[in-house]
C-alpha cells in the first residue's frame, strides 16, 4: 500500500502565501509522475501543477507565474509553494502520484485532501 498526506494548508488572506508539502510512504519502488489537483465547492477536480520524476513542469494557466510545484525524489516529498494567491484559489488541494511498487507494477495514488480557504 501506498498513502500520500498533504499538509500545509489554512486560512491566508488574499495576496499572501502558502506552502503545501505532500509526503508518500509505503510500498514504494519509485514515483514516476507527480501532481497537485484542487476542487472548489460546487467544481470539479481540476489539475493544478504536475512534474516529472526529471523535474520537468506544467501548470494551469490559472496559475503560471504565481504557484511553483517541485519535489525531492530522495523523501518522496512533493511540494506546492502558493504565491499572491486570489480568493479563487479556495479549494481542498489534493495530492497525486504515480508509485511504481515494483519495476513493472504503477498504481495511481491520491492524498486525503488540505483546504486552502483565501479571503479577500
Known amino acids: 500500500q501506498v498513502q500520500l498526506v498533504e499538509s500545509g494548508g489554512g486560512l491566508v488572506q488574499a495576496g499572501g502565501s502558502l506552502s503545501l508539502s505532500c509526503a508518500a510512504s509505503?510500498?514504494?519502488?519509485?514515483?514516476?509522475?507527480m501532481g497537485w489537483h484542487r476542487q472548489a465547492p460546487g467544481k470539479q477536480r481540476e489539475l493544478v501543477a504536475t512534474i516529472t520524476r526529471g523535474g520537468s513542469t506544467n501548470y494551469a494557466d490559472s496559475v503560471k507565474g504565481r504557484f511553483t510545484i517541485s519535489r525531492d525524489n530522495a523523501k518522496n516529498t512533493l511540494y506546492l509553494q502558493m504565491n499572491s494567491l486570489k480568493p479563487e484559489d479556495t479549494a481542498v488541494y489534493y495530492c497525486?502520484?504515480?508509485?511504481?511498487?515494483?519495476?513493472?507494477?504503477?498504481?495511481?495514488?491520491w492524498g486525503q485532501g488540505t483546504q486552502v480557504t483565501v479571503s479577500s
Open positions: 497525486n502520484a504515480d508509485v511504481r511498487v515494483r519495476v513493472a507494477v504503477r498504481v495511481s495514488s
Open positions: 509505503g510500498n514504494i519502488f519509485s514515483i514516476d509522475g
